[in-house]
């Protein structure tokens, strides 16, 4: 499996993944190079300020013309993961919670800008798993906050170096991308499990926070999501191919638009109720004659007649302005408004996201409007007075660093290298196949979106300089970008979005925040969690057979075999996968599976025979 990975080393240019021309990006870019009057003018400076004051603004323009309600419904998807993690630190005192989500926020919008995918920052698992590690009766084992705050610098410093000196390439060639998928599989399942735990623990009945409510919550997001993931890219597939149709289509547009508009003015004499009939009527007629003259078309002429009929059913029965005006056509547009959720047919997604946190968000606010003096939050709530950057090196010892090291960094640094470099860029690869570079597509590599060299350099620099000033270790992770792409995500305006909420959380309510998100309902926060935990498996099985089809053509071209031993091959590459999996799954170790994987892969798979045909080629070059 190795062969498909590529050793070159290139870098694509995250500002321009998108192959299709973006029209205010031209317009932003011709002042750069050309005065008003056409002439030529001395261009900067790659890392000129003017450049960078141009790409912002450019990215700023992208990110108003993206902001849609599924946008800000995969803002919400990566929450499940970051909430419980963020709050069970702030509450062991092992992070400043005000600091830790503004520079969280810093960070989303940062990384909103720089790529145009829904790259998520949530928490480093592995420090703060250790960190939350009590023994009942000796106190706190695990790790203090400043060996926390040493463990992110020195992770993140380790990141950096793989990056900088492209170490992580090497990395990525170790590692096949069977135990990637086995990676996603297992970190996959390993999310679900917990929020279905999580969901376990809670009682069946006495309180809306219960088991009653999070089944609930999970039968309302199987209605919500169905088919809504791939709604979208399926309506921009037939898009682009009824753009590619030709003329024909066009003439029957034309002819369409000529007969409705001589159907309105017929029917502009009759009642409402004949109006919409008879727009439905005719919406009919045209679909059989745009299928008579072009069978090809009927798939736009259906979507042109949906619209037609839409537009009819909502605005015919209030065509004038009196009725407009009157009391029930705003009863009625409140009511539909309210019920959109119920839509089994919507002509978006369902911003499902947006859903489960409004409905954490009412729960929530009942719990804190009916507290009373005796419960365990901080009332009342009060604005500002916490601060949003702190000296976090200020108590820091060399038993610090010592701890750090060797309870952090050491358990962190093989999940960050897998899980937030490699699989997170393998993961963007798979699921925006329109953002890749050509020239890093055209290698075969697996990273043509996002590259591992700038993830890995990201990853670093946050920690090295936002930890010390009171930021929790945070990385990249494919499940939160898995989460936040379920839930309707497909740029990085999702990620400003959620960046500017936790920035404006932490500086108008940060001696409050611990209190708002401690009481959020577990129930929503664990079906959230399940949710991206399901998005990141089904995503690793679909990479599976991906390289399973790829491995198939490849030895169907070699050996000049028309058909293949395709169930060889899937048992081979499943095998790989599902050992790495069933070891993170039965130890929690994401870098045991990396491991067993690749002994799999080395002694059952391709990986001994790869590796003698690599030595082989190595000496016939020498020589």
Known sequence: MNELRNEE?????????????????????????FDNNGTSLPSHSKYSPINLLSFCKRRTIDHYNNISLSEFSGSLGDLGTFIPLTVALARERKIALAPALF??????????????????????KSISAVALTDTSGSGNVGLDAQSVTTAGILTGGAVLLLGVTNLIEIVNWIVPLTVVCGLQIGVGIRLASKGMTDIQKLPWGGGYDCIGMAVACALLSMFWLRDSGSQKDKKKQEQAKNDSEGNTTNDVHAATGANSATSSDEDAFQENDNVEMGKVLNSSQQLETAT????????????????????????????????????SYYLQKVWSRACCCLNPFPKT??????????????????????????????????????????NAMKDVTSTSWW???????????????????????????????????????????????ITRREVSISVGLMNLILVPLGSMPNCHGAGGLAGQHRFG???????????????????????????LLDALPIAVLSIMIAIAGLELVSTGVKVLFECVQKEKEKTMKQEGNEFGNGKAILQKNATVAMVTAAVIIALKKTHYGALSGWVVHMIYGDGFRNFVVWIKKKRAARS
């Open 403 to 449: 701890n750090g090291f060797l309870q952090g960094a050491l358990p962190q640094l093989p999940l960050t290298t897998l899980n937030s470099v490699i699989s997170v860029c393998c993961l963007a690869h798979t699921l925006y196949p329109d953002k890749r570079d050509p020239a890093l597509e055209e290698k075969h590599r697996t990273d043509a979106v």
């Open 103 to 124: 520079w969280a926020g810093v960070s989303n919008i940062i990384t909103g800008y720089t790529w145009d995918v829904p790259m998520c920052v949530q928490p480093m």
């Open 349 to 390: 997604p369902h911003p499902v996201g947006i859903y489960l946190f409004l409905i954490g968000c009412i729960f929530a606010a009942v719990t804190l409007a009916t507290a009373g003096p005796d419960s365990s939050y901080d009332l009342p709530l009060y604005f500002f007075g916490a601060p949003v950057a702190i």
């Open 292 to 327: 008579s003259l072009n069978p090809r078309s009927s798939v736009s002429t259906t979507a042109h007649t949906n619209e037609t009929f839409d537009f009819a059913a909502s605005s015919s029965p209030f065509s004038t302005p009196r009725q407009q005006n009157s009391p």
């Open 9 to 33: 080393e290139g870098l694509s240019n995250p500002s321009t993944s998108n192959n299709e021309p973006n029209t205010n990006e031209q317009l932003m870019t011709l002042p750069s190079s």
């Open 489 to 515: 995500a497909r740029t990085g305006t999702s990620v400003v979005i959620l960046g500017v909420g936790k920035v404006l959380l932490a500086i108008f309510l940060g001696g409050s925040a611990l209190t």
